[in-house]
């Protein structure tokens, strides 16, 4: 591929709006801090509050750039481009002068909620007459997940239930979004690998419709068997994300040390799958992609990961619970 980084970005952003923390999800940030009203503050200002999400995102995403870089020795030239795509597989392109990955940021949202859902119960801060309900919620965001499009968004119909769970405990709140972090870093360190890896095999292309609406984005085509080196690779530098202590990273450092979070990730994805199976009555074949529990087993077999601490059988239990 010929074109710039900041080329692709622009064609892509013709293509589709590119993606911001809507009004819709700042306002739930501010029914949250309602107690800044309650006591007589100036509710936060929201084009604010975009700005520094955008700010913290690319921060974030530039945090383990630099990681990555320590870890291959020299330093990449890393973008990113949020975007929707029809499935929660990421994908990236390589342009002339540097790498691109595209971030599902649909997939993302979803597995925001899910966690911090499955963390809640984990910690008894679900009642048992409440379990069906968030149970049906969690379902209701896969499902949702599962039909959005570039041209039918995830709604997140659920945020009204998921703001009041949200307020039983701000500290597990907490406790969620650094388990999502780390999901994230996992993710985003995988894309990265492959960049490293130089697992481009051309370009292949990704296409979108509905109605009369018809379009397409060229990405990197990889081979399946890269998928696991990628996995190994990504490992690697979300390890060194969580033992990078020297104050360096300023969005993406590890208060929490999640070392199960990729295991766990691909619990979910697993989950996920089945779902899929059910939804449409057909099983998945696994062409282009390793099975979750393969990727799972590939970790396993590497690197000395604990995949029995109490957490972990705590959550998976949750979410063998709320996604059957």
């Known amino acids: 591929m010929n074109k710039s980084i900041a080329e692709i970005k622009k064609e892509y952003s013709e293509l589709y709006q590119y993606l911001a923390p809507s009004y819709a999800s700042i306002g739930l940030a501010k029914d949250l801090w309602g107690v800044w009203e309650r006591d007589g503050v100036a509710p936060p ?15 974030f995403f530039q945090d383990i750039v630099q990681v990555a870089s320590k870890v291959y020795g020299q330093k990449l030239h890393i973008d990113y481009c949020p975007f929707i795509l029809d499935d929660y597989k990421m994908c990236a392109c390589t342009a002339s002068d540097g790498y691109l990955v595209i971030i599902d940021e649909t997939f993302f949202k979803m597995l925001f909620s899910m966690t911090n ?26 499902n949702e997940f599962v039909e959005a499009t570039p041209f039918k968004p995830f709604n997140r119909h659920s945020d009204k239930e998921l703001s009041q769970l949200y307020e039983r405990s701000y500290e597990i709140s907490e406790f969620g979004v650094f388990l999502f972090q ?8 995988h894309e990265i690998s492959h960049h490293i890896l ?18 397409s984005i060229v990405i990197d085509k990889r081979s399946y068997e890269s998928e696991f080196e990628a996995d190994l690779l990504a490992y690697e530098i979300f390890r060194a994300t969580m033992n990078t202590v020297d104050g360096s990273l300023k969005y993406a450092a590890c208060i929490y040390r999640f070392e199960f979070a990729p295991l766990y990730l691909f619990d979910i994805f697993d989950k996920i799958d089945r779902y899929r199976e059910e939804k449409d009555n057909r099983k998945i074949q696994y062409i282009s992609h390793p099975s979750p529990n393969d990727r799972k087993k590939n970790l396993l077999n590497r690197f000395k990961i604990s995949d029995t601490s109490i957490l972990y059988d705590n959550l998976k239990c949750a979410l063998d619970s709320y996604v059957r």
């Open 45 to 59: 200002d929201l084009d604010s509050i975009v700005s520094n999400t955008l700010s913290f995102e690319d921060g």
């Open 117 to 142: 859902i499955l963390m809640f119960e984990v910690n008894n801060l679900i009642e048992e007459d409440e379990e069906e309900l968030f149970s049906d919620l969690i379902r209701n965001i896969i």
């Open 182 to 189: 780390s999901f994230k870093i996992f993710i985003l360190a």
């Open 198 to 215: 130089q697992h481009t095999q051309g370009l292949t292309e990704r296409h979108f419709s509905q109605s009369n609406n018809y379009v």
